[in-house]
């Protein structure tokens, strides 16, 4: 059987004959899509084990079924229940056309070839493990883990690199977990692949330590859907107080690759841009950055992987350190026609910006970091220079502006109601997670001068003081007058111009608050002033695709809306248990 080295991988014709052969083993495949990667895999690996042979066209399917071709017994299963007679009998004229070296690149590379751009989502792309590898730097006689290894990607190319380590990954998957033996097998048969989910990694001996580790996790699990991951969490809990119910699972993860990673060691991480800044998991983030265990972050470019848009972040992960290194590599790239990677000098400009603060990195200390809840994304550390396709001046979309009205507090309890109106006040405490109570306090009357302090239908709510910002649309049902505080900006916008939900939705992503932060004056009780809030930069794409995010996002406020019905219903009836047993 073929061993693959890196030799192989640089040569240009047997690579192109590698490209020709996938194709052909699909068209000999073609015809069911059903379990179409192992299918894939396991055909080229047997085309190039059986092309070993004297007469390998004289191997039949009951012979294939039957012998040992060093899969052990799932592997064998799978060879009867993935592939038919006629198909292993059209992939046999291929062994004429091709020798064992190009099968065996033809499954190493398929899923990276045809499938990865086809919707995978097994296969970290390769760009994102040359980078990986050059940050872990795996020396030899290095105990390496992949957790969530998927189709065993990064253990082959890191086996190729450095074939003297030794190697570990971990998959709950089954047929990914073929997949990645197969694969790893065409390398280094030493690689061991451990059917398992990760979580329970620690059971079998709390140990276990590797000097680097790697995962490329899946995104976005509820934690409820984690498996033993529940049991994980439950036990690390006074390790890790920020961990809930609420937390991205990206954490999650994150802490079980610092669990397992050794003093010394390294570890790096694939993760969603969201749990790099969002409000949810500023606990976490605050201890890991409090216990010194983020080296870096870097913000990747998008459409990186080829089968998701998900924005991406790469974090590192280490002992001891006193800052944070972060990269906005979001624009560093080979833009493709169907996905993006990584040039070789795309790699050497981000490992430079890694060692040398530059225009798109920068040391965060961790002072700093506490001042902006321990936000890891580079954005909210530029003061200056950030800037937007489509950009307008903030001013030219607005028709008015203004504070909200100058009561005073004895003012107010003059004009406070006990009785329903149609006249209410909206203070600053009444917007929640971006959204207005609906239960705003009642006025008995609105003085004439105020009258032009009340919000209008679409205006957009925007807090003056205290970071950070809130941010809410008005609803005015007719008849409805509410009286915004003092403290809050109005603004009436042109909807000619601007969808005022796209415009929330962008003040509440991390490039509008580093919009609104760089415009941030006041150490004590930050403020922003309204003049640099006319003149800020913000993106204005076609109102169609305005609409697009607009929809988007009322969508999700509409789900918040329901799930808090919802417990406020529950909580309801919690509190009339008793009353409601008692009766009975």
Request: proline letters at 3%; a negative charge; hydrophobic letters at 40%.
């Amino acid at each position: 059987m073929s061993t693959i080295s890196k030799e192989m991988l640089k040569d240009q014709e047997l690579m192109r004959s590698t490209e020709q052969a996938i194709w052909d083993i699909r068209f000999c495949l073609a015809g069911s899509s059903e379990k179409s990667d192992i299918r894939l895999v396991l055909a080229a690996y047997l085309l190039s084990r059986v092309t070993t042979y004297n007469n390998p066209i004289g191997i039949n399917y009951s012979e294939l079924c039957s012998g040992d071709f060093g899969l052990g017994e799932d592997g064998s299963l799978a060879i009867s229940e993935v592939l038919s007679e006629d198909e292993w009998n059209r992939l046999l004229t291929l062994t004429e056309k091709y020798s064992p070296d190009v099968f065996a690149l033809a499954a190493l590379k398929c899923d990276l070839s045809f499938n990865a751009r086809m919707g995978s989502t097994e296969a970290t792309p390769d760009s994102i493990i040359q980078l990986a590898l050059r940050i872990l730097e795996i020396s030899p006689k290095d105990k390496v883990a992949d957790l969530c290894c998927g189709y065993g990607t990064f253990l082959v190319r890191s086996a190729i690199e450095e074939p003297e380590a030794e190697y570990y990954g971990y998959e709950i998957n089954t047929g990914s977990k073929l997949i990645a033996e197969i694969r790893t097998h065409m390398v280094d048969d030493s690689i061991k692949i451990i059917l398992k989910n990760v979580f329970d990694l620690l059971e079998v001996d709390p140990r276990q330590k590797f000097d680097k580790v790697f995962s490329n996790y899946p995104f976005r699990i509820q934690l409820r859907n984690l498996g033993s991951g529940a049991e994980f969490i439950k036990k690390i809990s006074d390790e890790f107080p920020g961990i809930s119910k609420a937390t991205t699972s990206d954490w999650v993860f994150n802490a079980l690759m610092c669990e397992v990673m050794a003093d010394a060691g390294r570890a790096v991480g694939i993760m969603t841009n969201g749990s790099t800044w969002n409000s949810i998991d500023t606990p976490m983030r605050k201890y890991f950055v409090e216990k010194g265990l983020v080296e870096s972050v870097i913000a990747l470019p998008a459409r990186l992987f080829s089968s998701m848009s998900i924005p991406t972040s790469l974090i590192v992960f280490s002992k001891g350190n006193k800052s944070v290194k972060l990269v906005d590599a979001s624009k560093i790239c080979h833009e493709g026609r169907r996905y993006n990677d990584f040039t070789e000098d795309d790699l050497k400009k981000i490992m430079s910006a890694l060692e040398t603060d530059c225009e798109y990195s920068k040391t965060v200390e961790i002072e700093d970091l506490r001042s902006n809840e321990y936000t890891l994304s580079l954005s909210r550390y530029l003061k200056e220079g950030i800037s937007f396709k489509n950009a307008v001046p903030f001013e030219t979309v607005i028709k008015r502006i203004t504070r909200g009205a100058p009561c005073t507090a004895r003012q107010l309890d003059e004009m406070v109601s006990d009785e329903i109106t149609n006249m209410q006040y909206l203070m600053l405490a009444n917007i929640r997670d971006g959204i207005i109570d609906d239960n705003l306090p009642y006025l008995s009357y609105i003085e004439p001068k105020y009258e032009k302090y009340c919000l209008k239908d679409n205006n957009l709510i925007l807090s003056k003081n205290g970071y950070p910002y809130k941010v809410a649309i008005a609803k005015i049902q007719g008849g409805q007058k509410i009286l915004a505080n003092g403290n809050l900006y109005i603004i009436e916008l042109d909807l000619e111009k601007v969808n005022p939900y796209y415009l929330k939705a962008f003040f509440e992503s991390e490039q509008g608050i580093a919009v609104l932060k760089s415009i941030t004056v006041g150490a004590t009780i930050p403020n922003i002033g309204v003049d640099k809030l006319k003149k800020v930069e913000i993106p204005i794409p076609s109102l169609e695709e305005q609409k697009r995010i607009a929809d988007r996002y009322q969508t999700i406020l509409d789900e918040i809306a329901i799930h808090k019905l919802r417990l406020e219903r529950a909580i309801s009836k919690l509190h009339h248990i008793f009353d409601d047993e008692s009766e009975g």
